[in-house]
């Protein structure tokens, strides 16, 4: 049976970062026409080496989804657009509230205007994230929970992802949001945490560094292997049923900081860890436990997460030794 992405045309933003080039090389072996924007400025993760196993079979645009002349050129004749470029840093977005403003919402909805000019027809799917919940009134959060963000990056990536759903609604421009939780794997970036704090300790464990983790260590969290997250967009780009919805991403498996990073220890057999103060900056943002309620887009698009942290963790380990040249 042919993929229903054979032939079509796809533009990833942020096509060169963790889970968009990890998208790509799974699109280009379904047979897709794929091309991939990415601004590569240095604090956001793009990075050339992420689709060195394709690097021959997409087009690669170097632009900046703010630039609006360039995203009314990019998203015409396109059969799906999964819009994964944004700034991720909850600690940058505080320090510099109008960059990540910019970013996450004013390139959003150029995105879309962008879209309902020049390709109404193009299916979007928005990587959103559990960000925008903020601390947990309860556990695990579904998405009837409230959306009270604790930092400036929670409140605009909120913002972009209902420009998405408003477009969806008023305009027929066809988008499904994907709420992500903490998403790892091979090809996210590690030289700070910058994407997500697995990436820093996982570097500090393979250079036989301390892994340090703030607070008590007991935080709850849940985590996706960045091949789940992938089957996940796909699914939710092929489902009628998806458009105008809004989906969490979550996992049974839950964990607690210092239980993970002892785990990360076993597996790499070898490395330390200690528990620190939150760093004032960190705590004030700080949503404390954190595990979601996943079963809506398991009912209705027939996802659930298959790779396991072991599993995870051993296969994320074995890529950055492997290719560790080009991520230090």
Not at 53 to 77: Q, T, W
Not at 290 to 306: G, H, V
Request: aromatic share 10%; proline share 5%.
């Amino acid at each position: 049976m042919p993929s229903p992405f054979q032939n079509k045309n796809i533009l990833i933003t942020g096509g060169l970062g963790f889970i968009g080039a990890n998208l790509a090389i799974q699109l280009v072996e379904l047979g897709a026409n794929v091309t991939l924007v990415d601004s590569l400025i240095p604090e956001y993760g793009g990075n050339e080496f992420n689709i060195e196993p394709i690097k021959n079979r997409v087009i690669v645009n170097i632009a900046d989804v703010r630039d609006e002349f360039s995203m009314d050129y990019l998203v015409r004749g396109r059969d799906y657009l999964f819009n994964l470029a944004g700034q991720t840093s909850h600690l940058d977005s505080m320090r510099d509230p109008y960059k990540d403003l910019d970013i996450n919402c004013r390139a959003q909805l150029s995105i879309l205007e962008a879209c309902r000019k020049n390709n109404p027809r193009v299916k979007i799917v928005y990587a959103s994230t559990r960000q925008i919940y903020g601390k947990p009134d309860y556990l695990p959060v579904d998405e009837k929970h409230l959306l009270h963000p604790t930092d400036v990056n929670g409140i605009n990536k909120m913002a972009g992802e209902w420009y998405h759903i408003l477009y969806n609604n008023v305009y027929g421009v066809r988008a499904v949001s994907l709420r992500l939780t903490n998403t790892y794997g091979p090809r996210m970036r590690v030289k700070d945490a910058r994407q997500t704090f697995l990436g820093i300790w996982l570097k500090r464990v393979l250079d036989e560094q301390p892994i340090e983790i703030w607070g008590d260590g007991l935080q709850l969290r849940d985590f996706n292997y960045v091949d789940d997250v992938v089957e996940a967009m796909l699914l939710a780009a092929t489902s009628d049923e998806a458009n105008g919805q809004i989906y969490n991403l979550g996992s049974d498996e839950t964990i607690n900081l210092k239980a993970l990073a002892e785990k990360l220890i076993a597996l790499n057999r070898g490395g330390t860890c200690h528990i620190i103060p939150f760093p004032p900056e960190r705590q004030a943002i700080d949503i404390g436990d954190y595990y979601s309620d996943f079963s809506r887009i398991q009912k209705r698009l027939n996802w659930t997460p298959r790779v396991n942290l072991d599993e995870g963790l051993t296969r994320t380990l074995d890529y950055y030794r492997t290719y560790r040249e080009y991520y230090w």
